[in-house]
Each structure stands twice: as C-alpha cells, then as structure tokens.
C-alpha cells in the first residue's frame, strides 16, 4: 500500500490532462479500492482460518497467530495519509457512483475506528486476544471438579435441589472473577481510543460507526420496556409459581440459580411438557440439513467444513464464520440432541446461509450482511422454528395428538420466551451503556441495579462480584448485544411479509416453512445477495416494503390478539 496514494496522485494528473475531470475522484477511488482489496483479502482470509483453529482448539499459540493477524489488518486500517485520502474524497463529494460511494462508506468507518496510535492500538488486540482465550478455555468448578456450560445448563435446566443449584450457578460466575480485571483494563484503554477520535466514549463510537444513533436506541429500548412490563409481569408471575413449586420453595425465596440458564435469558421449560423428548432420538444437525435444503437454501457444504460437537478445550460458544466471502462458510456448535441445541443449529445455520448466498457479483468490501442485527433477525426467524408446533410436526414426523399436546404449550412458551430476551436485551444494552460512561462506578452494583428492574430476579444477599464479567459479549463483541434486539424485531417483520405478501395466506398459523421454497427464494434474492449495498434500512424497505419498526414483533409476541 505504500506506493498506492502515489499512483493515485499520479492518475489523477493523467485523467486531468484528458478532460474528464468529472470522474478523477471515482477513479481514484477505484484504484485505491483495488489495490486495498488486493491487500487485505488474503490476510484477513487467513486471519478468519487462525481464528478459527484457536477456537476448535484452545491452543495459545493459534491465539496468538489469530490475533496477530487482527493487528496486522488493524494496522493497515490504521494508516493515517490512507485515511486523510478517504475523508478528502467523502468530503469532495465527487463519488456519485452508488456502489463506489457505499464502498467509500464502508472504508472511511473501518479506518475512522483504527486512527490510533500502534501501541494502544497493539495493547488492546492483545488484550482482548487473552481474554478470549481465558474465556474459551476457562471451566467453572463444582466441588473441585471442573464441569462444562453444557453440564452447568443441565443441572440448571433438571436439578430440583436448591444448594446444587446454586453451586452451578455460582461455577458459571467463576470465570467473570478470572477475567474481570483485564476487561475494565480494556474497556478503559477503548475509552481512551474512542476519546482520541472525538467520540465521548466507546459505546457512543461503536454505534456511530455501524450507522446507529444512541438517541434512537434508547427510544427504541423504552418503547420495549413500556410494551413489555405488564406482559413480562404477568406472565413471570406464572412462572416463578412453577420454578418455586418444582424446587419446593416459596416464590419469595426464589433466587437467580433458580433460573434454567445462568443470565435468565432462556425460557424455562416448566409447562408440563418437556420438548427436549421430541428431539432426544434424533440427528438435529440431519433435521437442520433437511430443512435448509427443503427450502432451496442448501447447506451441506457449510456442514462439511464446520465443528459440531463437544471435546475438551474447544470454545463452549456457538458462532458462524465466513472465511473468505467466496463460500467458505463454517459453524461451531456443541451439539446435544436437544431442543435448545435444535433452536442454536437453526439459528448459526440461518447466519451461514445469509453469508453463503451473497452474490459474488457484488464488490468484495460488500461481501457482508448489510448489519450485524440483519444476519442476526436471519438467524431468529430461523431459530424459532424449534418450538414451532406445525415444523415439530413435519420435520419429526409427529402424530396429530402429539402437535395437539405441543400447542397447549408452545404460544406461551413463545410468547416468554420473546418477553424474556427482550427484558434480557434491555439489561445488556442498558449497563453496557452504563458501563462504559463510567468504568470506575461500583460496577458489581450497576449490574444487579440493572437486572433487578428489567428482570425482576433478586440480588442475592450479601452478593459482590464481577458476575456481569461472565458474559463473554462484552469482552469479544462489545456495544453488540442490542443487535439480538433489533434482530428480533426484524426477524417478525420479515415473517409477517412472507406470510402475507410471499405465501400469500391471511394468518400465520400452521405455517412452518418447511418445504416452502418461496421463502427461501425471497430470503436468498432480497436479503442475502445485496450483502451491504444498502444502509440496513434501505435493505428493509426494499425488502418488505416499508423501514424497520417493531409493530409486527409487538403484535406477535406482546399484544398476541393483535393481528396483522
């Protein structure tokens, strides 16, 4: 890249000279574009491989090479002379070209995030690199016997006793007090980054950078926590009638271990039936593969290069990676045959064929999901199908009585489940807010603050500890979380237009998409292909005919009588 801008400076005088001076800018930019994609593409293709390795194997040394690729590729971000070049052609105006100007987009927010200088820049790859690394191989201990998120999950999804329980619970917790240190160091060190580029802090940079306004989110966010505040109320109430009843305890004493899942961010299954039976004689990646290909969105070669089940020092978390935007597409799963692992192989498959299907005739840079949050409502109107009682049906060959017995349960089920996440969201988004307006606060205290009004779950007596330390998004993809949100809401918009204007049917019910290759069609032409040539809300209303709102999610999840 070093003798790039000199070229360009150099063309530039060519074009000049032969009249056309019209176009000088948009030249310049498609020879620095050329040239930077020539760079990068290779390194970052690697990078992705390295990060990869580490994560199928724990290794420090696969850590290590992955994040030096980071820095590498941060490094090429972090060109001053590069950046002052793309802010002098956004200022110019002159990049009229859509598909150039929106590559032009794309590059001056990637080299804006990266202007600072090496060594802090190399500090906080570093950093975050370890703690990575603690995070994937860190195993909580229950009696001095280390154990699995899988095995905490499944004392905390069946174990009726409460001490055991809360043993469990407080394994989970044990990895936050490994690394909390280390992750206010580097919140602290993003602080300082953020500040240096003019922003008022990190969380404020972040969204700035991924199209995003604070003030919008937290409008957005409010508007939840009207909405849902009855809802939730009440149907919590049921709830912690069931979960106190299950551990014989009363409602009073009921406290976050007694919870199916360490964060309460999950539905507990306590409505008399039990859809993990469903799935416990069956293959789930097998039922996942016949699904995609039944809906025109084949993923065998996805499944042939991904990690799907357990071992020892393999990172315990589910993700989806594209390699190299050319089709290298790759899953990580810890695969029990279960409904919650039914649910996560839907949900990562759903972010791997998004990748998969972007139209390699789109530039490279563009290659991606046009938001974090649309790969992500992708992934959730997928996921959802795992409790859906017409999918249980088709895809596990159930009887009549069988999807009779699911549906008594499954719209509640649903329904808590949506309330839950989205009072879930509302934590993560709003002390990851808090977290990095004041990162010397009494964070320990912030967190159950939080969790307690959005929640409604308990602080344990006497309880001060960096438990908020122990979700991994905030060391590995801070100011994300609100994205699952946003994603939410997307994923019912999307199923609303394919059910009324793809599918042409007047209601939603029975439908599975099982076999609908319709919609598949319409995911694959009008979500996938475009990969980032639109801002996210272009793509949206181009999609389904109107911008993101979350009327559709409301009426489906909150106000359930309410109907399109």
Known sequence: MKTLLMFISMMSMSVFFLGCASNVEEKQMQTFITSHVDTVKPIQKEQSLA???AATTGKSEDYDRAGDLTLKIRRIYSDPKEFAFLKEMKDSGQVRDAVLARQLDVLYRGYLENQMEPDLLKTIVDLSSEIEEKFSTFRGTIGGEKVTDNEIKSILKNQTDSEQRKQAWLASKQVGVAVA?????LIKLRNQAAKKLGF???????LDLVEQDVEELDKIFAELYELTNGPFAALKVDLDKKLAANCDVSVSDLMPWHYHDPFFQETPM??????????ANKDVKELAAAFYNGIGLKVESVLAKS????????????????IDREGDVRILCNI?????????ILHELGHAVYDKYHDLEVPYLLRQPAHAFTTEAVAMFFGRLSRNPAWMQQMLDLSDAQRREIEQVSGKYMQLKQLIFARWAMVMYNFEKGLYADPDQDLNALWWRTVEKYQLIQKPDGRDAPDWAAKIHFAVAPCYYHNYM?????ASQLHHHIVREILKLTSDENVSYAGQRKAGAFLRKNVFEAGDLYHWNEMIERATGEPLTAKYFVAQFVNTRTKY
């Open 51 to 53: 990060w990869w390795d």
């Open 181 to 185: 240190g280390d992750l206010i160091e």
């Open 336 to 344: 029990k045959n279960n409904e919650s692992w039914m649910e996560t």
């Open 270 to 279: 306590v409505y008399e039936l039990d859809l993990d039976v469903y799935y």
């Open 200 to 206: 008022e802090n990190y969380h404020t940079m972040s």
């Open 486 to 490: 946003l994603g939410e809401l997307l």
């Open 307 to 322: 990690d799907l089940y357990e071992r020892e020092g393999k990172n315990p978390h589910a993700f989806s990676t594209d």
